[in-house]
């Protein structure tokens, strides 16, 4: 296959992210076949994009979860004080749920640039994202 012109990339990149579609429907809306979605998606450079914005993703949930720990703690400590007694026993294990979530430390992460050989977190994450492909490949 040959490569998709640049904006045609960045446009299936952008319906791809914006979600609402499944493989078939972003081939057809982008006159693809499968196969040349696939090829698509084996090129380095849009694997490297895919896997940036999933850690991307990943550090939005680890800050929203960060901060409603610090809710989930207040209710917490109200409820075990006596200050508040209208948390339902759902909200309570959901304060519970969320103070026992094990949290990545982003700082414990390192960043991946462009010319560095991808960590071993990076690989792993690359497998699981294209179904398990071999660190050779």
Do not use: N
């Amino acid at each position: 296959m040959k490569t998709l012109a640049k904006y045609k990339s960045k446009a299936l990149l952008a319906d791809l992210l914006a979600g609402g579609h499944d493989v078939l429907q972003l081939g057809r809306m982008h006159k693809l076949s499968p196969e040349e979605l696939a090829a698509w998606v084996s090129q380095p450079h849009i694997q490297q994009t895919l896997t940036g914005l999933c850690a991307l993703s990943d550090y939005q949930t680890q800050l929203m979860l960060t901060q409603y720990r610090r809710f989930a703690a207040t209710r917490l400590i109200r409820l075990a004080t006596g200050e508040d007694s209208q948390v339902s026993e759902p909200s309570r294990k959901a304060c519970v749920d969320l103070l026992r979530t094990e949290l990545r430390r982003v700082a414990d992460s390192p960043v991946v640039m462009e010319e560095e050989t991808p960590t071993p977190d990076v690989l792993a994450m690359q497998r699981e994202l294209y179904g398990g492909a071999s660190e050779g490949s």
